[in-house]
């Protein structure tokens, strides 16, 4: 490559680098500025105190809102990754009469979108006693094709060889899922559950529907609320608290990029 | 004792030839039952509902027939929401996807450094729909946003963004593709690296241009991925709420209310829920739709290595 090309590569990269990371970087900036700097339209803070943080936490139960999330989304990344597996494992090692049909229901829910199912799963759940509960938040969620889907790629990569051997040996189908399916498909499984925890950790709509407790919201909802009662008037404690929510699933998504990245992609297309 | 053992090998053999088809299903049970319970029961259920008219907490009491939907039909409401969400769709989809198969086809490059751009571009996937809603709230904030700032800078007029019906839909949408260019851009650099490297030496020894690689090998072969993330794209776009509810609130004058921030209202502040059931499944066939003509296409047009 020459020079001249490399260097015009870089360039545009670090452009578009900066266009599509700014809004985050602002946000940051903005989280460390007082209210007059906030309105005299400054970029850069005159000085980096954690005042507009302290005063996030003590305005609104900011931390009670993130316990909740953490709570909530692991509770669906372990059951998804539970469910997906099990599924997974079904549609790849046993054969039985049907299997193909239900594959095929399976793929079906992918076509239905979730948003025209809400007034009914909000009765269910209302008539469950679940409203602001951990389990409200959660369990809808516990089922997901595309995780199947995902999953069921990875484990058709292991030889039915392997399963006759352990067969001949006296494993039993269920040990053979968690003595050899589950860890050989290690990459598999971290990909999904990052994949997991971030959409449930951004989920909007259903936690606003089912929690009216000030004390089960969801950081997201937190959020929300934050803005608009602060609204106009302390823009950098807003911010601050967007700093708080965003940072824990970016440092997982840095850290998570690459498998990310090639999961999915092995899921999406093959 | 002898006895004893007899029986424990009966039990195991029994254990052992449990009809694989009862074995399969036991495994598959977990997820049948909540795809049961909270997809198909209540997209039936929404279907249902969609022909009667209900009290305040949603329970049936008179049947109506296909009367929601005519009146859906024939309300101006209902027109301006479909007239938004199809606006919507068209402004985020295709603009989306190409910024993020300009970013993907750029750090695909194999250059220093360039894991940071990567993680860089793929930076919105972890940020929440609440969260850069507020951010961008701010930016198209008239007074002190950072988009009329620049405006001044670059000595155009301001604009009033979020606030004026002419612009409320396009800013929402710009603010929209910034959010998910990330996971697009993820999902066809994952495409980029899943094709055989050795066609792009032949293509070097052969002397080809860039651009003749990039139309002749690469979107060809690309065609799986990006058939894949325009259907996830489309399906995301019909469904948006959450940056709506708080950048616009559906408004100024129904300009934002697109379909799913109309469902929820109906259904949630007025409580018309026969009227919200009915443009569920209206919001259910479109997808539907679109899902079956992006298989019947991608037959025809996807190439697979």
């Known amino acids: 490559m ?54 996030a936490v003590q305005k609104v139960p900011l931390l009670r ?93 292991i030889p039915m060889e392997m399963y006759e051997a352990t067969q001949v040996a006296g494993v039993n189908r269920f040990q053979f899922l968690f003595k050899v399916v589950l860890p050989v498909s290690k990459t598999s499984l971290v990909t999904l559950a990052i994949y997991c925890f971030l959409s449930a950790w951004n989920m909007y709509l259903w936690p606003l529907l089912v929690t009216n407790d000030e004390r089960m ?3 997201q909802i937190g959020l929300k609320q934050m803005q608009s009662q602060e609204l106009a008037t302390e823009w950098g404690v807003v911010m601050a608290g967007v700093v708080m929510v965003i940072l824990p699933t970016l440092i997982l998504l840095f850290l998570g990029q690459k498998r990310l990245q090639e999961g999915l992609t092995r899921g999406a297309v093959k | 004792m002898i006895a004893g053992k007899a029986q424990g090998q009966l039990k195991i053999k029994a254990r052992r030839s449990m009809p694989s088809f009862v074995e399969g299903l036991l495994y598959l049970l977990p997820s049948i039952l909540l795809f049961s319970v909270f997809l198909f029961y209540p997209m039936l259920k929404t279907i249902y509902l969609s022909f009667f008219l209900t009290d305040a ?80 709230l701010f930016m198209y904030n008239p007074a002190i946003g950072l988009g009329n700032m620049m405006m001044k800078t670059f000595g155009m007029s301001e604009m009033q963004w979020l606030l004026s019906p002419d612009t409320a839909l396009i800013s929402v949408a710009i603010s929209t593709i910034w959010m998910n260019t990330g996971f697009s851009f993820m999902i066809l650099l994952g495409g980029l690296h899943n094709i055989d490297s050795h066609l792009y ?68 502040v007025n409580f018309n829920i026969g009227s919200a059931s009915a443009q569920a499944v209206l919001l259910f066939a479109f997808i539907l739709i679109v899902t079956i003509l992006q298989f019947k296409w991608g037959e025809k047009r996807v190439h697979y290595q």
């Not at chain 1, 985050?24 to 954690?50: C, H, N, R, T």
């Not at chain 2, 065609?223 to 469904?239: G, M, Y």
Request: net charge positive; charged share 10%.
């Open chain 1, 2 to 55: 020459s020079i001249w090309k490399k260097s015009f590569l870089y360039m545009l990269l670090s452009v578009a680098a900066f266009i599509m990371f700014f809004p985050i970087l602002y946000a940051f900036l903005i989280s460390f500025m007082q209210g007059g700097e906030v309105l005299q339209g400054k970029i850069i803070p005159s000085d980096f105190s954690f005042t507009n943080y302290e005063s």
């Open chain 2, 57 to 136: 907490q949603g329970n049936a009491e008179l049947f109506v027939g296909l009367e929601h939907y005519s009146n859906l039909l024939q309300s101006t409401a209902f027109r301006t929401s479909m007239k938004a969400t199809l606006l919507f769709v068209l402004y985020t989809v295709p603009a989306g996807i190409i910024l993020a198969l300009f970013l993907a086809l750029l750090a695909n490059q194999k250059l220093k450094g360039i894991g940071f751009f990567r993680t860089i571009f793929s930076s919105t996937m972890g940020m929440s729909v609440a969260a850069s809603s507020v951010i961008w």
């Open chain 2, 201 to 268: 030496e032949s293509g070097k020894i052969a002397g080809v241009s860039d651009f003749y690689t990039l139309r002749k090998i690469t979107l060809p072969l690309l065609s799986p991925t990006l058939l894949f993330i325009v259907t996830v794209s489309l399906i995301n776009s019909f469904q948006t709420f959450g940056q709506i509810d708080i950048l616009t609130k559906g408004g100024p004058m129904e300009s934002t209310n697109v379909i799913v921030y109309s469902i929820y209202k109906d259904a949630f």
């Open chain 1, 217 to 219: 919201r969801t950081v």
């Open chain 1, 65 to 157: 809102y993130l316990w909740n999330s953490f709570v909530v989304s692991t509770l669906i990344m372990v059951g998804q990754v539970l469910f997906c597996c099990l599924a997974a494992f079904a549609f790849t090692f046993i054969q039985f009469k049907g299997r193909n049909v239900l594959f095929l229901i399976f793929i079906s829910t992918m076509m239905i979108p979730w948003e025209a199912t809400m007034v009914p799963n909000f009765q269910t759940v209302r008539a469950l006693g679940w409203t602001d509960t951990y389990l409200g938040l959660s369990v809808p969620f516990f089922a997901m094709a595309f995780g199947t889907f995902l999953l069921r790629q990875q484990f058709k990569t």
